[in-house]
Protein backbone atom coordinates (compact mmCIF):
# COMPACT_ATOMS: atom_id res chain seq x y z
CA UNK A 1 0.00 0.00 0.00
CA UNK A 2 1.10 3.59 -0.73
CA UNK A 3 3.58 4.90 2.00
CA UNK A 4 4.66 8.01 0.33
CA UNK A 5 3.50 10.45 2.96
CA UNK A 6 4.33 8.53 5.45
CA UNK A 7 8.24 8.38 4.22
CA UNK A 8 8.18 12.03 3.60
CA UNK A 9 10.18 14.08 5.53
CA UNK A 10 8.52 15.34 9.32
CA UNK A 11 8.83 18.87 8.58
CA UNK A 12 6.84 18.32 4.67
CA UNK A 13 3.94 16.52 6.25
CA UNK A 14 3.73 19.61 8.99
CA UNK A 15 4.00 21.94 5.81
CA UNK A 16 1.18 19.97 4.43
CA UNK A 17 -1.37 20.26 6.95
CA UNK A 18 -0.30 24.08 6.91
CA UNK A 19 -1.33 24.13 3.22
CA UNK A 20 -4.50 22.18 4.04
CA UNK A 21 -5.42 25.00 6.56
CA UNK A 22 -5.05 27.80 4.14
CA UNK A 23 -6.69 25.76 1.38
CA UNK A 24 -9.93 25.43 3.36
CA UNK A 25 -9.90 28.85 4.45
CA UNK A 26 -9.06 27.96 8.75
CA UNK A 27 -6.44 29.91 7.88
CA UNK A 28 -7.11 32.94 5.91
CA UNK A 29 -5.31 35.51 4.47
CA UNK A 30 -3.06 38.27 6.48
CA UNK A 31 -3.71 35.68 9.84
CA UNK A 32 -0.45 35.06 11.77
CA UNK A 33 0.44 31.15 11.68
CA UNK A 34 1.31 29.21 15.12
CA UNK A 35 4.65 30.53 16.14
CA UNK A 36 7.66 28.02 16.19
CA UNK A 37 7.03 27.37 19.69
CA UNK A 38 3.33 26.58 19.16
CA UNK A 39 3.95 24.23 16.15
CA UNK A 40 7.16 22.01 18.18
CA UNK A 41 4.65 22.03 21.22
CA UNK A 42 1.09 20.83 19.40
CA UNK A 43 3.00 18.75 17.04
CA UNK A 44 5.71 17.45 19.14
CA UNK A 45 8.24 18.18 16.82
CA UNK A 46 11.81 20.06 17.10
CA UNK A 47 12.16 23.54 16.81
CA UNK A 48 14.36 23.38 13.98
CA UNK A 49 11.49 20.76 11.85
CA UNK A 50 8.75 23.81 12.77
CA UNK A 51 11.09 25.94 11.04
CA UNK A 52 11.88 24.07 8.25
CA UNK A 53 8.27 24.03 7.53
CA UNK A 54 7.70 27.39 7.66
CA UNK A 55 10.47 28.26 5.22
CA UNK A 56 9.03 25.91 2.76
CA UNK A 57 5.65 27.49 2.82
CA UNK A 58 7.34 30.38 2.37
CA UNK A 59 9.31 29.50 -0.62
CA UNK A 60 6.64 28.45 -2.12
CA UNK A 61 4.92 32.03 -1.72
CA UNK A 62 2.16 30.74 0.76
CA UNK A 63 3.83 32.43 3.79
CA UNK A 64 5.50 36.03 4.43
CA UNK A 65 8.11 36.47 7.40
CA UNK A 66 7.53 39.65 9.02
CA UNK A 67 10.56 40.77 11.38
CA UNK A 68 9.93 40.29 14.96
CA UNK A 69 5.82 39.14 14.07
CA UNK A 70 6.10 35.54 12.93
CA UNK A 71 4.88 33.67 9.68
CA UNK A 72 1.97 35.35 7.65
CA UNK A 73 -0.43 34.12 4.92
CA UNK A 74 0.11 35.97 1.73
CA UNK A 75 -2.64 37.82 0.11
CA UNK A 76 -2.44 35.71 -2.99
CA UNK A 77 -2.29 32.21 -0.81
CA UNK A 78 -5.81 32.56 0.21
CA UNK A 79 -8.01 29.76 -1.48
CA UNK A 80 -9.43 31.49 -5.10
CA UNK A 81 -13.04 31.90 -4.93
CA UNK A 82 -15.35 29.53 -6.46
CA UNK A 83 -16.51 29.29 -9.95
CA UNK A 84 -19.74 30.45 -10.42
CA UNK A 85 -23.04 28.31 -10.54
CA UNK A 86 -23.23 27.16 -14.53
CA UNK A 87 -25.97 29.21 -16.71
CA UNK A 88 -27.49 27.16 -19.06
CA UNK A 89 -30.14 27.69 -22.22
CA UNK A 90 -32.59 25.08 -22.66
CA UNK A 91 -31.84 23.34 -25.54
CA UNK A 92 -30.88 19.68 -25.41
CA UNK A 93 -27.70 18.84 -28.03
CA UNK A 94 -26.28 15.99 -29.64
CA UNK A 95 -23.23 16.07 -28.74
CA UNK A 96 -19.98 15.79 -30.93
CA UNK A 97 -16.68 13.79 -30.46
CA UNK A 98 -13.62 15.78 -29.34
CA UNK A 99 -10.44 14.66 -30.82
CA UNK A 100 -8.81 16.59 -27.96
CA UNK A 101 -10.41 14.31 -25.28
CA UNK A 102 -8.43 11.58 -27.28
CA UNK A 103 -4.98 13.15 -27.36
CA UNK A 104 -5.42 14.17 -23.77
CA UNK A 105 -6.27 10.89 -22.72
CA UNK A 106 -3.48 9.41 -24.82
CA UNK A 107 -0.88 12.07 -23.49
CA UNK A 108 -2.32 10.85 -20.06
CA UNK A 109 0.28 7.53 -20.63
CA UNK A 110 3.29 9.79 -21.49
CA UNK A 111 5.82 9.44 -18.46
CA UNK A 112 7.79 12.81 -20.08
CA UNK A 113 4.18 15.15 -19.75
CA UNK A 114 3.13 16.39 -16.35
CA UNK A 115 -0.27 13.76 -15.59
CA UNK A 116 -2.85 16.89 -14.85
CA UNK A 117 -5.03 15.12 -17.44
CA UNK A 118 -6.91 11.85 -17.34
CA UNK A 119 -8.45 11.30 -13.42
CA UNK A 120 -5.65 8.87 -12.45
CA UNK A 121 -4.01 7.95 -9.40
CA UNK A 122 -0.25 7.17 -9.11
CA UNK A 123 -0.17 3.68 -9.56
CA UNK A 124 2.15 3.63 -6.26
CA UNK A 125 -1.50 4.10 -4.37
CA UNK A 126 -2.82 1.01 -5.08
CA UNK A 127 -1.91 -2.01 -3.26
CA UNK A 128 -0.17 -4.12 -6.04
CA UNK A 129 1.60 -7.06 -3.80
CA UNK A 130 -2.00 -7.41 -2.49
CA UNK A 131 -3.67 -7.92 -5.38
CA UNK A 132 -1.02 -10.33 -6.72
CA UNK A 133 -0.97 -12.34 -3.73
CA UNK A 134 -4.98 -12.28 -3.56
CA UNK A 135 -4.68 -13.58 -7.33
CA UNK A 136 -2.43 -16.37 -6.96
CA UNK A 137 -4.52 -17.93 -3.87
CA UNK A 138 -8.00 -17.12 -5.60
CA UNK A 139 -6.61 -19.28 -7.96
CA UNK A 140 -5.46 -21.84 -6.10
CA UNK A 141 -8.59 -22.27 -4.34
CA UNK A 142 -10.58 -22.71 -7.73
CA UNK A 143 -8.17 -23.85 -10.50
CA UNK A 144 -11.10 -23.87 -12.97
CA UNK A 145 -11.81 -20.21 -12.73
CA UNK A 146 -9.77 -19.60 -16.29
CA UNK A 147 -10.74 -22.91 -17.76
CA UNK A 148 -14.79 -22.82 -17.08
CA UNK A 149 -16.80 -20.00 -19.02
CA UNK A 150 -19.11 -17.52 -16.99
CA UNK A 151 -21.98 -18.09 -19.15
CA UNK A 152 -24.64 -15.56 -18.14
CA UNK A 153 -23.42 -14.48 -15.05
CA UNK A 154 -25.00 -11.47 -13.43
CA UNK A 155 -21.16 -11.78 -11.40
CA UNK A 156 -19.82 -13.55 -8.83
CA UNK A 157 -21.69 -14.46 -5.37
CA UNK A 158 -18.70 -13.62 -3.45
CA UNK A 159 -18.39 -10.22 -5.23
CA UNK A 160 -21.88 -9.15 -4.73
CA UNK A 161 -21.82 -9.73 -1.12
CA UNK A 162 -18.86 -7.76 -0.89
CA UNK A 163 -20.83 -4.84 -2.36
CA UNK A 164 -24.16 -5.15 -1.01
CA UNK A 165 -22.40 -5.39 2.80
CA UNK A 166 -20.58 -1.98 2.24
CA UNK A 167 -23.53 -0.62 1.10
CA UNK A 168 -25.51 -1.69 3.91
CA UNK A 169 -22.98 -0.60 6.57
CA UNK A 170 -23.99 2.63 4.98
CA UNK A 171 -27.46 2.47 5.00
CA UNK A 172 -28.00 2.15 1.15
CA UNK A 173 -30.07 -1.22 0.80
CA UNK A 174 -29.05 -2.50 -2.15
CA UNK A 175 -29.88 -6.65 -2.72
CA UNK A 176 -27.54 -9.00 -3.55
CA UNK A 177 -29.39 -10.25 -6.29
CA UNK A 178 -30.64 -6.98 -7.82
CA UNK A 179 -25.98 -5.75 -8.50
CA UNK A 180 -24.89 -7.22 -11.74
CA UNK A 181 -20.94 -6.82 -12.20
CA UNK A 182 -19.68 -4.67 -15.52
CA UNK A 183 -16.41 -4.30 -17.13
CA UNK A 184 -15.64 -0.86 -15.15
CA UNK A 185 -18.47 1.55 -14.68
CA UNK A 186 -18.65 3.39 -17.64
CA UNK A 187 -19.96 -0.54 -19.25
CA UNK A 188 -22.72 0.26 -16.02
CA UNK A 189 -23.78 3.33 -17.51
CA UNK A 190 -24.12 2.40 -20.93
CA UNK A 191 -26.17 -0.18 -19.76
CA UNK A 192 -27.99 1.73 -17.76
CA UNK A 193 -28.83 4.08 -20.91
CA UNK A 194 -29.34 1.36 -23.34
CA UNK A 195 -32.07 -0.54 -21.17
CA UNK A 196 -33.90 2.98 -20.72
CA UNK A 197 -33.82 5.03 -23.83
CA UNK A 198 -33.77 4.61 -27.92
CA UNK A 199 -31.64 7.16 -30.32
CA UNK A 200 -33.00 10.48 -30.73
CA UNK A 201 -34.16 10.78 -26.95
CA UNK A 202 -33.44 13.52 -24.57
CA UNK A 203 -31.13 13.12 -21.40
CA UNK A 204 -30.86 15.26 -18.45
CA UNK A 205 -27.03 15.88 -17.22
CA UNK A 206 -25.01 17.54 -15.11
CA UNK A 207 -23.18 20.76 -16.59
CA UNK A 208 -20.12 20.35 -16.41
CA UNK A 209 -19.91 16.74 -16.87
CA UNK A 210 -17.88 14.04 -17.38
CA UNK A 211 -16.40 13.60 -21.14
CA UNK A 212 -16.64 9.54 -20.79
CA UNK A 213 -20.23 10.23 -20.28
CA UNK A 214 -20.73 12.17 -23.20
CA UNK A 215 -19.60 10.17 -25.27
CA UNK A 216 -21.58 7.29 -24.36
CA UNK A 217 -24.63 9.64 -24.53
CA UNK A 218 -23.40 10.43 -28.40
CA UNK A 219 -22.30 6.52 -28.89
CA UNK A 220 -26.28 5.59 -28.28
CA UNK A 221 -27.30 8.41 -30.71
CA UNK A 222 -28.78 10.30 -27.68
CA UNK A 223 -29.64 14.37 -27.20
CA UNK A 224 -28.30 15.83 -23.91
CA UNK A 225 -29.74 18.52 -21.65
CA UNK A 226 -27.27 20.34 -19.34
CA UNK A 227 -29.29 21.18 -16.06
CA UNK A 228 -27.49 23.64 -13.90
CA UNK A 229 -25.01 22.68 -11.36
CA UNK A 230 -23.28 24.26 -8.50
CA UNK A 231 -19.62 23.66 -7.81
CA UNK A 232 -19.49 23.07 -4.21
CA UNK A 233 -23.69 21.70 -4.13
CA UNK A 234 -23.82 19.58 -7.50
CA UNK A 235 -26.72 19.38 -9.35
CA UNK A 236 -29.43 22.04 -8.58
CA UNK A 237 -32.61 20.24 -8.23
CA UNK A 238 -34.57 23.83 -8.44
CA UNK A 239 -33.33 23.84 -12.40
CA UNK A 240 -34.00 20.06 -13.11
CA UNK A 241 -37.26 20.63 -12.16
CA UNK A 242 -37.80 23.83 -14.01
CA UNK A 243 -36.53 21.39 -17.14
CA UNK A 244 -39.14 18.40 -16.30
CA UNK A 245 -42.11 20.61 -16.40
CA UNK A 246 -40.80 22.88 -19.30
CA UNK A 247 -40.29 19.88 -21.85
CA UNK A 248 -43.86 18.51 -23.14
CA UNK A 249 -42.56 18.22 -26.86
CA UNK A 250 -39.25 16.49 -25.95
CA UNK A 251 -39.38 15.17 -22.67
CA UNK A 252 -36.58 13.96 -20.76
CA UNK A 253 -36.12 9.85 -20.55
CA UNK A 254 -33.48 9.81 -17.61
CA UNK A 255 -31.44 11.86 -15.31
CA UNK A 256 -27.96 11.16 -15.13
CA UNK A 257 -26.08 12.04 -12.00
CA UNK A 258 -22.64 12.12 -9.69
CA UNK A 259 -24.08 12.70 -6.31
CA UNK A 260 -20.74 12.28 -4.47
CA UNK A 261 -17.25 14.43 -5.39
CA UNK A 262 -18.39 14.92 -9.27
CA UNK A 263 -16.15 15.02 -11.88
CA UNK A 264 -14.97 17.85 -12.91
CA UNK A 265 -16.45 20.04 -10.76
CA UNK A 266 -15.85 17.69 -7.23
CA UNK A 267 -19.33 18.86 -5.97
CA UNK A 268 -21.86 17.12 -3.48
CA UNK A 269 -24.95 17.31 -2.95
CA UNK A 270 -26.64 17.84 0.03
CA UNK A 271 -28.85 15.13 1.43
CA UNK A 272 -32.06 16.92 1.47
CA UNK A 273 -31.33 17.64 -1.93
CA UNK A 274 -30.73 14.04 -2.93
CA UNK A 275 -33.91 13.04 -1.58
CA UNK A 276 -35.47 15.98 -3.59
CA UNK A 277 -34.43 14.45 -6.72
CA UNK A 278 -35.02 11.06 -5.91
CA UNK A 279 -38.43 12.03 -5.03
CA UNK A 280 -38.82 14.71 -8.05
CA UNK A 281 -37.33 11.69 -10.78
CA UNK A 282 -39.92 9.22 -9.04
CA UNK A 283 -43.01 12.00 -9.30
CA UNK A 284 -42.19 12.57 -13.33
CA UNK A 285 -41.67 8.78 -13.61
CA UNK A 286 -38.15 9.64 -14.71
CA UNK A 287 -35.17 6.92 -14.00
CA UNK A 288 -32.63 8.09 -12.03
CA UNK A 289 -28.89 6.62 -13.23
CA UNK A 290 -26.09 7.58 -10.26
CA UNK A 291 -22.52 7.72 -10.89
CA UNK A 292 -21.23 7.10 -7.68
CA UNK A 293 -17.46 6.65 -8.72
CA UNK A 294 -16.02 8.83 -6.07
CA UNK A 295 -18.18 7.94 -3.31
CA UNK A 296 -15.43 6.36 -1.47
CA UNK A 297 -12.90 8.89 -1.75
CA UNK A 298 -13.82 11.61 0.73
CA UNK A 299 -11.60 13.90 2.04
CA UNK A 300 -12.29 13.81 6.10
CA UNK A 301 -15.31 12.47 8.12
CA UNK A 302 -17.76 10.06 6.54
CA UNK A 303 -18.54 8.54 3.33
CA UNK A 304 -21.38 10.45 1.78
CA UNK A 305 -24.55 8.45 1.05
CA UNK A 306 -25.42 7.78 -2.38
CA UNK A 307 -28.81 9.30 -4.09
CA UNK A 308 -29.76 5.34 -4.06
CA UNK A 309 -29.44 5.78 -0.34
CA UNK A 310 -33.03 8.33 0.00
CA UNK A 311 -34.77 5.59 -3.06
CA UNK A 312 -38.05 3.50 -1.48
CA UNK A 313 -39.08 1.97 -4.63
CA UNK A 314 -35.68 0.92 -6.02
CA UNK A 315 -35.66 3.21 -8.61
CA UNK A 316 -32.33 4.56 -8.93
CA UNK A 317 -29.64 2.66 -10.83
CA UNK A 318 -26.79 3.06 -9.24
CA UNK A 319 -23.25 2.51 -10.76
CA UNK A 320 -19.87 2.18 -9.58
CA UNK A 321 -16.05 0.54 -10.07
CA UNK A 322 -13.06 -0.37 -8.03
CA UNK A 323 -11.42 1.76 -10.58
CA UNK A 324 -10.77 5.13 -8.40
CA UNK A 325 -10.22 3.14 -5.50
CA UNK A 326 -8.78 -0.17 -5.48
CA UNK A 327 -7.57 -1.49 -9.23
CA UNK A 328 -7.76 0.52 -11.87
CA UNK A 329 -6.36 -2.22 -14.60
CA UNK A 330 -9.13 -4.93 -13.29
CA UNK A 331 -12.02 -3.11 -14.58
CA UNK A 332 -14.32 -4.02 -12.09
CA UNK A 333 -17.51 -2.33 -11.79
CA UNK A 334 -21.26 -2.58 -11.06
CA UNK A 335 -24.41 -1.59 -11.26
CA UNK A 336 -27.30 -1.92 -8.72
CA UNK A 337 -30.05 -2.12 -10.85
CA UNK A 338 -33.21 -2.21 -8.65
CA UNK A 339 -36.57 -3.10 -10.46
CA UNK A 340 -34.52 -3.04 -13.64
CA UNK A 341 -32.00 -6.01 -13.01
CA UNK A 342 -33.23 -8.45 -15.08
CA UNK A 343 -33.50 -6.44 -18.01
CA UNK A 344 -30.26 -5.26 -17.21
CA UNK A 345 -28.63 -8.81 -17.15
CA UNK A 346 -29.94 -9.58 -20.30
CA UNK A 347 -28.37 -6.24 -22.06
CA UNK A 348 -25.15 -7.67 -20.14
CA UNK A 349 -25.05 -10.90 -21.66
CA UNK A 350 -25.68 -9.36 -25.03
CA UNK A 351 -22.82 -7.10 -24.67
CA UNK A 352 -20.00 -8.55 -23.13
CA UNK A 353 -21.54 -12.24 -21.77
CA UNK A 354 -19.55 -11.66 -18.26
CA UNK A 355 -17.10 -10.10 -16.54
CA UNK A 356 -13.50 -11.88 -15.80
CA UNK A 357 -14.37 -14.24 -12.43
CA UNK A 358 -10.47 -14.51 -11.44
CA UNK A 359 -10.57 -10.98 -10.80
CA UNK A 360 -13.91 -10.22 -9.36
CA UNK A 361 -12.75 -12.79 -7.14
CA UNK A 362 -9.70 -11.51 -6.27
CA UNK A 363 -11.03 -8.35 -5.01
CA UNK A 364 -14.04 -9.75 -3.10
CA UNK A 365 -11.22 -11.66 -1.00
CA UNK A 366 -9.10 -8.60 -0.36
CA UNK A 367 -12.71 -6.73 0.73
CA UNK A 368 -13.49 -9.87 2.92
CA UNK A 369 -10.47 -10.16 4.09
CA UNK A 370 -10.75 -6.16 5.93
CA UNK A 371 -7.74 -4.93 3.94
CA UNK A 372 -9.62 -2.56 2.04
CA UNK A 373 -11.01 0.09 4.93
CA UNK A 374 -7.06 0.93 5.93
CA UNK A 375 -6.28 0.89 2.20
CA UNK A 376 -9.14 3.63 1.52
CA UNK A 377 -7.86 5.52 4.86
CA UNK A 378 -4.00 5.95 3.24
CA UNK A 379 -6.07 6.74 -0.38
CA UNK A 380 -8.16 9.17 1.11
CA UNK A 381 -5.53 11.32 2.99
CA UNK A 382 -3.02 11.28 -0.03
CA UNK A 383 -5.88 12.47 -2.36
CA UNK A 384 -6.67 15.18 0.61
CA UNK A 385 -3.15 16.39 0.97
CA UNK A 386 -2.48 16.64 -3.24
CA UNK A 387 -6.09 18.74 -4.06
CA UNK A 388 -4.33 20.73 -1.33
CA UNK A 389 -1.10 21.57 -3.00
CA UNK A 390 -1.98 21.36 -6.33
CA UNK A 391 -4.88 24.27 -5.22
CA UNK A 392 -1.65 26.08 -3.63
CA UNK A 393 0.31 25.93 -6.97
CA UNK A 394 -2.89 26.85 -9.05
CA UNK A 395 -3.09 29.90 -6.33
CA UNK A 396 0.15 30.85 -6.58
CA UNK A 397 0.85 30.50 -9.89
CA UNK A 398 -1.98 31.18 -12.10
CA UNK A 399 -3.61 34.64 -13.15
CA UNK A 400 -5.17 36.93 -10.75
CA UNK A 401 -8.91 36.32 -10.79
CA UNK A 402 -8.41 32.62 -11.39
CA UNK A 403 -11.27 30.37 -9.24
CA UNK A 404 -11.26 26.97 -7.90
CA UNK A 405 -13.38 24.20 -6.96
CA UNK A 406 -12.86 23.35 -2.96
CA UNK A 407 -13.47 19.52 -3.25
CA UNK A 408 -14.57 17.41 -0.37
CA UNK A 409 -13.40 14.70 -1.74
CA UNK A 410 -11.75 12.94 -4.99
CA UNK A 411 -8.53 14.06 -6.85
CA UNK A 412 -10.12 16.40 -9.27
CA UNK A 413 -10.12 20.70 -9.03
CA UNK A 414 -12.03 22.48 -11.55
CA UNK A 415 -10.67 25.63 -12.41
CA UNK A 416 -11.97 28.91 -13.71
CA UNK A 417 -9.54 31.09 -15.56
CA UNK A 418 -10.02 35.05 -16.39
CA UNK A 419 -11.92 35.25 -19.52
CA UNK A 420 -9.72 35.99 -22.95
CA UNK A 421 -7.84 32.65 -21.63
CA UNK A 422 -9.14 29.93 -24.02
CA UNK A 423 -8.01 26.76 -22.51
CA UNK A 424 -8.24 24.75 -25.88
CA UNK A 425 -6.46 27.64 -27.72
CA UNK A 426 -3.83 27.02 -24.83
CA UNK A 427 -3.70 23.40 -25.19
CA UNK A 428 -1.35 22.26 -28.15
CA UNK A 429 0.78 24.89 -26.31
CA UNK A 430 0.66 23.24 -23.05
CA UNK A 431 1.59 19.81 -24.61
CA UNK A 432 4.36 20.84 -25.93
CA UNK A 433 5.81 22.39 -23.38
CA UNK A 434 4.96 18.68 -21.43
CA UNK A 435 2.02 19.80 -19.19
CA UNK A 436 -1.70 18.00 -19.87
CA UNK A 437 -4.53 19.03 -18.50
CA UNK A 438 -8.66 18.74 -19.31
CA UNK A 439 -9.81 21.69 -21.16
CA UNK A 440 -12.70 23.15 -20.03
CA UNK A 441 -15.09 22.17 -23.17
CA UNK A 442 -14.54 18.88 -22.94
CA UNK A 443 -17.26 18.66 -20.33
CA UNK A 444 -20.27 20.38 -22.28
CA UNK A 445 -21.83 19.25 -25.39
CA UNK A 446 -22.51 22.64 -26.16
CA UNK A 447 -18.88 23.81 -26.26
CA UNK A 448 -18.78 26.00 -23.33
CA UNK A 449 -16.31 26.60 -20.43
CA UNK A 450 -13.58 27.48 -22.62
CA UNK A 451 -12.03 29.67 -19.83
CA UNK A 452 -12.14 26.03 -17.73
CA UNK A 453 -10.00 23.57 -17.31
CA UNK A 454 -9.78 20.32 -14.74
CA UNK A 455 -6.59 19.44 -13.08
CA UNK A 456 -6.09 16.02 -12.25
CA UNK A 457 -4.61 15.80 -8.22
CA UNK A 458 -4.03 12.29 -8.33
CA UNK A 459 -0.54 12.28 -8.75
CA UNK A 460 2.14 12.79 -5.54
CA UNK A 461 2.98 16.60 -5.91
CA UNK A 462 6.69 16.47 -7.10
CA UNK A 463 8.88 19.91 -7.84
CA UNK A 464 8.23 18.57 -11.49
CA UNK A 465 4.28 18.82 -11.27
CA UNK A 466 4.57 22.26 -9.42
CA UNK A 467 6.93 23.43 -12.28
CA UNK A 468 4.72 22.42 -14.99
CA UNK A 469 1.96 24.16 -13.34
CA UNK A 470 4.17 27.45 -12.89
CA UNK A 471 4.66 27.05 -16.55
CA UNK A 472 0.70 26.85 -17.39
CA UNK A 473 0.41 30.04 -15.68
CA UNK A 474 2.77 31.62 -17.60
CA UNK A 475 1.24 30.95 -21.03
CA UNK A 476 -1.56 31.94 -19.47
CA UNK A 477 -0.27 35.45 -18.82
CA UNK A 478 1.29 35.45 -21.96
CA UNK A 479 -2.24 34.59 -23.41
CA UNK A 480 -4.26 37.69 -21.61
C1 LIG B 1 -17.50 10.13 -13.27
C2 LIG B 1 -16.87 8.94 -13.92
N1 LIG B 1 -17.64 7.91 -14.27
C3 LIG B 1 -17.14 6.80 -14.88
C4 LIG B 1 -15.79 6.71 -15.16
C5 LIG B 1 -15.29 5.48 -15.85
O1 LIG B 1 -15.09 4.48 -14.91
P1 LIG B 1 -14.43 3.05 -15.25
O2 LIG B 1 -12.98 3.32 -15.55
O3 LIG B 1 -14.63 2.25 -14.03
O4 LIG B 1 -15.14 2.50 -16.43
C6 LIG B 1 -14.94 7.76 -14.79
C7 LIG B 1 -13.50 7.69 -15.07
O5 LIG B 1 -12.78 8.66 -15.03
C8 LIG B 1 -15.49 8.90 -14.15
O6 LIG B 1 -14.74 9.94 -13.79
Redo the contacts with the bound molecule.
Keep these: MNDTLEAAPIYSRLAEDLVTLINTGQLRPGERLPSVRTLSQQRKVSATTAVAALRALEMRGLVEARPQSGYFVRASASAAPMPAMTRLSTQARRVGIDTVMVRMIEASGDPGIAPLG ?2 TADPACFPAKRLQRSISSTLRRRPRLLVEYALFAAGTDALRHQIARRYAELGCAVREDEIIVT ?5 A ?1 NLALQTLTKPGDTIAIESPC ?1 Y ?2 LQVIQSLGLKALEIATHPGDGLSVDALEEALQRRDKDPIKACLV ?1 ANF ?2 PMGATMPDAQKRRLVELCERHDIPLIE ?1 D ?2 GDLQHSGSRPRPARAFDKHHSVLLCS ?4 TLA ?1 GA ?1 I ?1 WICAGRRAEEIRMRKFATSIATPALLQDTLADILAAGGYERHLLKLRRAFATQVAQVSAAVCAHFPAGTRITRPRGGLLIWVELPRGIDTLALYDQALAEGVNFAPGPLFSPSGRYRNFLRLNCGRTMTPAIDHALMKLGKLMQRAL
Design positions: AANGCMELYGLSSNDIYSFSKPRG
